[in-house]
C-alpha cells in the first residue's frame, strides 16, 4: 500500500504557513522523505502507511462534547493548574502556580524563548514525521518554567482529540522549557472526545531542560480503538538537570512513541518508563533513543509490556555512548508478558559504546505468567482471574512505583484493573 503526500502538500499550501519560513522547510523534507515504510529499519516492525490511507479532515467541526466533563473522568484534584488543548489548538488555560507560562505561538506573535529554541531539537531531515507535524502545525504550545520555581501542584495538560463522520488529522505542537532551577511534574493525558472518531493524531513535543533544572512528565495514552498516535519526543539537557517521562499506553489502536534525548551537559540524568497494554489487534511500538555526549550523565529506561489477543507490542531502545562520555552510567531493560496464544512482541535493545570507562547494561524478556507463582496464590483460595490480576499488576507496579503523584498512581492502578476486567486478561 502506498500512500501519496500531495494531499498534506495541498493542505499545506491552503494554510499559510502560520509558524513561518520553518515550514516551508519542513513541507519540503517531508515530501523528499515522504511517509516512512517498513523497509526502513526504525519501522520495520510498525507499518504506519494503513493509518495515513484515509480521506482526512483537517478543519474541526464546531464540537458537542464539553470538555470539563471530559476532565472530571481524569485525576486531576483542582481545575485549576489545567492546560486544555483540542484538536492540537490551546483552547483554555485554567489558573496556573505562579512562575508557569502557557501560550499559544505563531509568526506573528513575537517570544525570545521561542524563537530561541522551536524546531532546534527535532530532527526534519531525517524523521520525516517530525517534517510533517512541523510544516502542518497551526501553533505551537510553550509551556514554560520560570528560574528558580519550584512549582508544588502538578500541571495538567489534557489533549483532546475528536472526530465527527470523516477521520480527522490533527497536529499538536509543544514545546516545554524548564528554566535553570526550576522544578515541576506535568501530567499528559490523551483522550478522545468520543469512543467513535477516528483520528491520526501527531505530536511533536520538544523540551530543553537548563542547568540543574528539573521536569517530570507523566504521560497518559487513553483514546479510543480508532485513534492513531505518532508521538515523537525531543529533548536537551543541559549540566546537572534532570528529565523523566512516564509513558503509560492504555488505549488506541496504533500507537508509536519516539523519545530522543540528547545529554549535553555534565551531570545531567534522564529517565525513560513506559508500560503499555495493547489488546485485540492494537499496535504499540515505543523507539527510544538516548546519546550521552559529554562525561558523567546518567540514563535509565524501564518497559514493560503486557500483550493479549492479537496485539503487537515492539520496543526498540538504543543507548549511544559518544567518545567523550567516560563515566556514564546508562541502563536499560524491557520485559513483556504475553497472554493468548496470538499476541506478539518484537524487542531490540542497542548499545554504540564508544568510549571506555563506563557502566552499561540492556536486557530484554520475553514470556507467560509464571505458573509457579500462579499456583501459590491459587492454592491460598484466590480464584484464578483474581491472581492473575495480582501478577499482571505487580509485573506494571516495576513502571507504576516511580510515578510522583499519588492520585495519578490510584487512577492508573483503577484503569489497568478495569482493562483486565474488561478484556478477559486475566481468563
Do not use: W
Not at 409 to 425: A, C, D, P, R, W
Amino acid at each position: 500500500m502506498e500512500v501519496s503526500p500531495e494531499i498534506f502538500v495541498e493542505q499545506f499550501k491552503k494554510a499559510g504557513n502560520p509558524l513561518g519560513k520553518i515550514q516551508q522547510e519542513a513541507i519540503e523534507s517531508f515530501k523528499k522523505a515522504g511517509i516512512p515504510h517498513v523497509k526502513l529499519e526504525e519501522f520495520r516492525h510498525t507499518n504506519i502507511v494503513p493509518a495515513f490511507a484515509k480521506n482526512f479532515s483537517f478543519e474541526q467541526k464546531e464540537h458537542t462534547y464539553s470538555a470539563e466533563s471530559l476532565i472530571k473522568k481524569l485525576p486531576v484534584s483542582s481545575i485549576e493548574n489545567t492546560v486544555i488543548i483540542e484538536n492540537g489548538e490551546l483552547s483554555k488555560v485554567l489558573p496556573t502556580a505562579s512562575g508557569i507560562e502557557v501560550v499559544s505561538l505563531n509568526k506573528n506573535t513575537s517570544h525570545q524563548q521561542f524563537e530561541k529554541h522551536f524546531s532546534k531539537y527535532a530532527d526534519l531531515k531525517s524523521d520525516s514525521l517530525a517534517a510533517l507535524n512541523t510544516a502542518m502545525a497551526k501553533s505551537c504550545i510553550l509551556v514554560g518554567i520560570a528560574a528558580n520555581q519550584q512549582v508544588e501542584k502538578p500541571l495538567n495538560i489534557v489533549l483532546i482529540s475528536s472526530a465527527t463522520d470523516q477521520a480527522s488529522f490533527i497536529p499538536v505542537r509543544l514545546l516545554f522549557l524548564a528554566d535553570k532551577n526550576s522544578s515541576t511534574l506535568v501530567h499528559l493525558f490523551q483522550i478522545s472526545a468520543s469512543e467513535n472518531g477516528e483520528t491520526l493524531t501527531s505530536i511533536v513535543t520538544e523540551a530543553f531542560t537548563d542547568e540543574n533544572a528539573r521536569l517530570e512528565v507523566e504521560y497518559i495514552q487513553q483514546e479510543n480503538n480508532k485513534s492513531n498516535t505518532l508521538s515523537n519526543t525531543y529533548v536537551e539537557s543541559a549540566a546537572n538537570s534532570f528529565f523523566k517521562i512516564h509513558t503509560i499506553t492504555l488505549g488506541g489502536v496504533l500507537v508509536r512513541n519516539k523519545l530522543r534525548i540528547r545529554l549535553n551537559g555534565q551531570g545531567s540524568e534522564a529517565y525513560f518508563n513506559g508500560l503499555y497494554l495493547p489488546d485485540d489487534r492494537m499496535h504499540v511500538d515505543n523507539y527510544t533513543n538516548v546519546i550521552h555526549a559529554v562525561p558523567n550523565c546518567t540514563s535509565n529506561q524501564t518497559y514493560r509490556g503486557v500483550i493479549s489477543d492479537e496485539a503487537h507490542g515492539v520496543f526498540c531502545g538504543r543507548i549511544v555512548v559518544e567518545q567523550d562520555a567516560q563515566k556514564t552510567q546508562a541502563y536499560q531493560s524491557n520485559k513483556n508478558i504475553l497472554v493468548g496464544n496470538h499476541a506478539m512482541v518484537n524487542s531490540k535493545p542497542q548499545l554504540e559504546i564508544y568510549a571506555d570507562d563506563v557502566k552499561c547494561t540492556h536486557g530484554a524478556t520475553t514470556g507467560r505468567l509464571d505458573s509457579n507463582a500462579l499456583f501459590y496464590l491459587r492454592a491460598r483460595g484466590i480464584n484464578e482471574q483474581r491472581a492473575r490480576a495480582l501478577l499482571i499488576t505487580a509485573f506494571a507496579s516495576d513502571v507504576l512505583q516511580q510515578t510522583t503523584d499519588p492520585a495519578l498512581h490510584q487512577f492508573l492502578i483503577e484503569q489497568i484493573t478495569l482493562k483486565l476486567s474488561v478484556n478477559n486478561l486475566c481468563k
